[in-house]
């Protein structure tokens, strides 16, 4: 499909043209399974995973008027869904101890060194100052938004933003200081730290 006929697709899944949204799910069905696939190790899921990444793309339709290239706004859409659930099956699970969810997600040798992964990250939280601490565990470990938080914390959105870019930053010194980051450690890394929610600004 070329740049043209592509944004003239997508223009009419816009305006809700049904046939061209199927057209575009056809399409892109397999990239995005294969993606969600490398992740979660597991068919079934990556198969709701990428149904869910299409119905998002489908309720916000609205927003592929303005998309340059679909691909790079596909990519984002089911890395962000992809983590969101990765994140949300870990914190269901009481602090990443469960067993069959590791299995779901690592190899077996893998599993002990995400644990020790996980041990050091939580003493490094445990480190920050209040109300960063809170900002870091509401944020990256309840999944909520900045305005959520704000309202909770009773502080400035932008007090908010600048709170959990210092928490990352800290944490992510923390790790390094002490632990050898290895492909199973920048996996985390993504879990914790990668943020669609916030852009860099001065608190207020």
């Known amino acids: ?68 290239s679909f691909e790079n706004y596909l990519f984002i859409v089911s890395r962000n869904l992809i983590i969101s659930h990765i994140r949300k099956k870990l914190i269901e699970t009481d602090s990443l101890k469960d067993q069959k969810l590791q299995e779901l997600f690592f190899k077996p040798d893998e599993q002990y060194e995400f644990e020790e992964l996980v041990k050091i990250l939580n003493e490094g939280a445990a480190l920050l100052p209040e109300p960063r601490r809170s900002v870091f ?29 210092q928490a990352l930053n800290f944490l992510r010194s923390y790790l390094h200081n002490h632990y050898i980051i290895s492909l199973l450690a920048l996996i985390l890394l993504g879990l914790f730290f990668f943020n669609n929610f916030f852009h860099f600004s001065l608190p207020l």
Request: hydrophobic share 40%.
């Open 1 to 68: 499909m070329n740049p043209s006929n592509e944004s003239a697709l997508l223009l009419c899944i816009a305006s809700g043209d049904e046939l061209s949204y199927t057209r575009l799910v056809e399409r892109y069905w397999q990239k995005v399974l294969q993606h969600a696939l490398s992740f979660v190790k597991s068919y079934p899921v990556a198969e709701e995973l990428t149904q869910d990444v299409f119905i998002q793309i489908w309720e916000k339709r609205n927003k592929l008027a303005e998309v340059n």
């Open 137 to 165: 565990l509401l944020s990256r470990m309840e999944g909520r938004d900045a305005d959520y938080i704000s309202k909770k914390l009773g502080i400035a959105t932008r007090t908010v933003r600048w709170h959990l870019l």
